[in-house]
């Protein structure tokens, strides 16, 4: 059960560069998000969709896209890089239900914007 | 909007003793849900503990526990017989009764240093 699948790892990048980060699961979860995470700010919410075809922002969604064509699969798109951008990234899809209420992360993705 | 504030940017705790997290939060819902999630050197998110707002009865969870206070709109973490692999951030958080799915929102963080 491979759960959230986040690719890559790691990653550099140069300002004005663009790229996307990738987000899998296979729990069949219509829930999935996008965090970041800063020092002192803990995890703030980029943008989130609750089913194929649906995105809603959150609360820092300015330079990154998003689109939900398919259950399993929740891309993030930086557009143009910018050293603000430089950040620990988070997807995450949630289980919801009375008794399993419950968010899957996938293991972070390191971006430095130099 | 929903806010989940956790007051104590880091703690610490010798080995054995047992420690208190603090999470307090507002909204104007009646039902949602609360977690603890921990997240070690390793960056894995790992859920510690879930609290249904309309279960007024405390989750544990072996050594974890949680003070649920909801008129106070508090949420606290008890770590009991810390052990050095506690060491971790922890992260208190929010979201509403699944039937109205929205965001699943955080604080911003107490890091939990435990001493031999």
């Given at each position: 059960n491979a759960g959230v699948t986040q690719t890559p790892k790691f990653q550099?990048?140069?300002?004005?560069?663009?790229?996307?980060?990738?987000c899998a699961q296979d729990m069949n979860h219509e829930y999935m998000s996008w965090y970041r995470q800063d020092p002192g700010m803990g995890l703030r919410l980029i943008h989130y969709s609750v089913g194929a075809g649906i995105t809603d922002q959150g609360e820092v969604p300015n330079g990154y896209n998003v689109s939900r064509s398919t259950t399993e699969d929740f891309p993030l798109r930086l557009l143009s890089a910018a050293p603000s951008q430089?950040?620990?990234?988070?997807?995450a899809s949630l289980e919801y239900g009375r008794m399993n209420t419950e968010a899957f992360f996938g293991q972070g993705t390191r971006l430095t914007v130099v | 909007?929903?806010?989940?504030?956790?007051?104590?940017?880091?703690?610490?705790?010798?080995?054995?003793?047992?420690?208190?997290?603090?999470?307090?939060?507002?909204?104007?819902?009646?039902n949602y849900y609360l977690f603890w999630y921990k997240q070690p050197p390793s960056r894995q998110m790992i859920l510690v503990i879930r609290q249904e707002a309309y279960k007024q009865q405390n989750a544990t969870e072996n050594r974890f526990s949680v003070n649920f206070q909801k008129a106070a709109k508090s949420f606290s973490l008890k770590i009991s017989d810390s052990q050095l692999g506690d060491t971790a951030m922890y992260f208190?958080?929010?979201?509403?009764?699944?039937?109205n799915t929205d965001k699943l929102i955080f604080g911003t963080g107490t890091r939990l240093q435990v001493f031999p």
């Amino acid at each position: 059960n491979a759960g959230v699948t986040q690719t890559p790892k790691f990653q550099v990048l140069k300002t004005g560069q663009s790229m996307t980060l990738q987000c899998a699961q296979d729990m069949n979860h219509e829930y999935m998000s996008w965090y970041r995470q800063d020092p002192g700010m803990g995890l703030r919410l980029i943008h989130y969709s609750v089913g194929a075809g649906i995105t809603d922002q959150g609360e820092v969604p300015n330079g990154y896209n998003v689109s939900r064509s398919t259950t399993e699969d929740f891309p993030l798109r930086l557009l143009s890089a910018a050293p603000s951008q430089t950040s620990v990234y988070f997807c995450a899809s949630l289980e919801y239900g009375r008794m399993n209420t419950e968010a899957f992360f996938g293991q972070g993705t390191r971006l430095t914007v130099v | 909007a929903q806010t989940v504030t956790q007051s104590q940017p880091e703690m610490s705790v010798q080995e054995a003793e047992t420690v208190t997290l603090s999470c307090t939060y507002d909204t104007s819902e009646n039902n949602y849900y609360l977690f603890w999630y921990k997240q070690p050197p390793s960056r894995q998110m790992i859920l510690v503990i879930r609290q249904e707002a309309y279960k007024q009865q405390n989750a544990t969870e072996n050594r974890f526990s949680v003070n649920f206070q909801k008129a106070a709109k508090s949420f606290s973490l008890k770590i009991s017989d810390s052990q050095l692999g506690d060491t971790a951030m922890y992260f208190c958080a929010f979201m509403k009764d699944p039937n109205n799915t929205d965001k699943l929102i955080f604080g911003t963080g107490t890091r939990l240093q435990v001493f031999p």
